[in-house]
Each structure stands twice: as C-alpha cells, then as structure tokens.
C-alpha cells in the first residue's frame, strides 16, 4: 500500500542552524500538507500546497518557513533560523483532491526535531 | 474556544470490552477523519465520514456524525490490547483544506 515517507526520522540541530525536512507524499496525491506536534501537545496545521504554491499557512508558519517541491517527489519544508521552541514532531501529509473538496489525509511516521 | 475536543481525555477497558471517544467541534466541516498515534509515532488514518453521512462501519470501528450537534463519536468494538493508543478526531472545515486536530483521548486497554 502506497505510503507516505519522511526523512530523517530525527534530526538534531543547534538553535539558529538552518534544517530541511524531507517528504515523499503518496505519488498520484495532488495535496500537501505540513503539521507539527510539540510533545504532549495537539497536532497544529503548519502549510498546505496545491499547484505549485501555498494554498494555506497557520499563523505558526512566518518568515523563518518556507515549503518546496524541488521535483516530482519530494516536498520539503525548511526552517532557516531554529528556535528552541520548534522542537516538535513534524508531520507531512497527502490528499487526493476531489471535486468539492479534499480528502483523507495520509500522514508519514514524522520527523522528531530536537532544537539545542 | 478549542475545534475538536475529545472526550474522555483517558480511558482505560479490559479485553473485549467496547470503547467509545467523543469528539466536539465548532464550525461547519466537509468531514471528519479519526487517526490513531501510538505513543512518539506517526498518526494512521483510521475512517473519514462527509458532513452528509451519519454513520460510518470499517471492522470493529464504528463513526458517528450528528451535525447539529456539532459532535462524533467513534465506537471500537471488542477491543484489544493492540487498540491501545491515542485517538485523535480532525475536522475539516468548509472552505479550508487543512485538518484542525482535537486534544485526543488515551485508551489504555488491559488484557
């Protein structure tokens, strides 16, 4: 079964470091979507992205965010000056888009950020 | 004001017994998507319904949507300990494709 796959599973950085989260959503998914978790907390919309450019973004996604489709497979997200307060689980995800709407949204296993 | 809060916050069942989580929101919605997340591990979609639908089956889990209530629940039937997991409902909301996540209940099924 199709699935959608991120890299790497954990990444440790130094606050101020620039990082670059890697996707590869579900390959006939047109949708896609960035969500972070902080531990202990809910699931938080970061970004999505249709066509090419943001469709949407959280108030959590400012300047220092930034997505990509550098080729037909991945989706990146990048980060340019961490905090200590993105240490979080990042989450991306695809959809199929239909007519009236999108749909299930498939999520990777995540990628564990830890900012020192 | 919270979309999608999840109730009970923490549920704890023997084998075979059912479990049911709640879940409450706030604005109009397309669906409603259930997902699972083992403890520091990824969320698996379990069942979406449309805001047209009133119940949903797939194996042991059944959903349901009531609308003017703004609430769901999801039932899971004969548990078992493998059930164990926190259970999470995503509303999506008319005119927006992104998922706003409840505050999730833990299930904690004994054998």
Not at chain 1, 72 to 89: C, P, Q, V, Y
Request: charged share 20%.
């Amino acid at each position: 079964e199709p699935e959608v796959t991120q890299t790497p599973s954990h990444q440790v950085t130094q606050m101020g470091q620039e990082v670059i989260l890697r996707c590869v959503p579900i390959s006939n998914h047109l949708y896609f979507y960035w969500y972070r978790q902080i531990l202990g907390q809910k699931v938080e919309f970061l970004v999505s992205f249709y066509n090419n450019e943001i469709s949407e973004k959280s108030e959590i996604f400012d300047d220092q965010f930034s997505v990509e489709r550098p080729d037909g497979s991945n989706f990146t997200l990048k980060i340019r000056s961490t905090k200590l307060e993105d240490s979080a689980m990042y989450f991306c995800a695809s959809s199929e888009v239909f007519t009236t709407s999108t749909d299930t949204q498939y999520f990777g296993p995540g990628t564990r950020l830890t900012v020192l | 004001s919270q979309q999608g809060e999840e109730d009970p916050q923490a549920l704890s069942i023997q084998e075979g017994e059912n479990a049911t989580m709640n879940c409450s929101y706030k604005t109009s919605i397309n669906n409603l998507q259930w997902y699972r997340q083992n403890s520091g591990r990824g969320l698996v979609h379990l069942i979406l319904i449309r805001s047209n639908e009133r119940e949903k089956h797939s194996g042991r889990l059944r959903v349901t949507l009531d609308t003017s209530k703004k609430s769901s629940s999801l039932l899971i039937t004969a548990s078992r300990a493998a059930d164990t997991a926190s259970y999470f409902c995503a509303t999506e909301a008319k005119g927006t494709d992104k998922l706003i996540f409840g505050t999730g209940t833990r299930l904690q099924v004994f054998p």
